[in-house]
């Protein structure tokens, strides 16, 4: 069994910046790749929001938060990175962190990932 812990979320106005973190604990391991997915309010699914392969560090990104969104992984601390930048009112949302146990899919579907975090929320308001 795998526990991912979000932390970083909060109020934050349009324009400004927050970092979300993901820590993995438990029975850790070489998954594929670790994503970040967003549910915002009224919306049944999880959009992809970003990903990155565990081993070699590619990064992949939504049209809606390219150039604007960093992910990142601290290997040695099982932890993966959600920079957030220039953010915007539709970027509110409960964001959450999930591990992708092989390199199959997309990566940008929420069915193919097995772990997932609590959610921590982010919202964008003046």
């Known amino acids: 069994q795998v526990q991912l812990l979000e932390s970083g979320g909060g109020l934050v106005q349009p324009g400004g910046s927050l970092t979300l973190s993901c820590e993995a604990s438990g029975r850790t391991f070489n998954w594929h790749a670790m994503g970040w997915f967003r549910q915002a309010p009224g919306k049944k699914m999880r959009e992809f929001v970003a990903s990155i392969t565990w081993s070699s560090g590619w990064d992949y990104y939504s049209e809606s938060v390219d150039g604007r969104f960093t992910i990142s992984r601290d290997a040695a601390k099982n932890t993966v990175y959600l920079q957030m930048n220039s953010l915007k009112l539709e970027d509110t949302a409960v964001y959450y962190c999930?591990?992708?146990?092989?390199?199959?899919?997309?990566?940008?579907?929420?069915?193919?990932?097995?772990?997932w975090g609590q959610g921590t929320q982010v919202t964008v308001s003046s």
């Open positions: 999930a591990t992708d146990p092989d390199s199959r899919g997309s990566g940008r579907s929420a069915a193919e990932y097995d772990y």
